[in-house]
């Protein structure tokens, strides 16, 4: 098992920054890859970025560019570091990690960007 905990959220003027944290803890060395996906109010669940256990990363267009993903092993935490945020950034931001025991989900983390 692998639990995930995000923080970072908040609210945010257009063209500002945040970063988000996503710690991970249980089965640690299981983990593969490390996933970043948001949710708006009445859309699906969006796919947006990933690094995998050797620090490749690949984003969806929407974010290329303006976020950044990374992780600190020592620290067993990832990052998404997000800057030039828009109004449609806004949503729930949710971690996820692809183990060798399955998928785990964070609780997520709300951001707003205001316009």
């Known amino acids: 098992q692998v639990q995930l905990v995000e923080s970072g959220g908040g609210l945010v003027q257009a063209g500002g920054s945040l970063r988000l944290s996503c710690a991970a803890s249980g089965a640690i060395s299981s983990i593969n890859d490390m996933n970043w996906y948001r949710q708006a109010p009445g859309k699906q669940r969006d796919w947006i970025a990933t690094i995998s256990k050797r620090g490749g990363t690949n984003y969806a267009d929407s974010v290329k560019g303006r976020f950044t993903i990374s992780r600190d092993s020592a620290k067993n935490t990832a990052y998404l570091q997000m800057n030039s945020l828009k109004p449609e950034d806004t949503a729930v931001y949710y971690c996820?990690?692809?183990?060798?025991?399955?998928?785990?989900w964070g609780q997520g983390t709300q951001v707003t960007v205001s316009s």
């Open positions: 996820n990690a692809r183990a060798n025991t399955g998928g785990y």
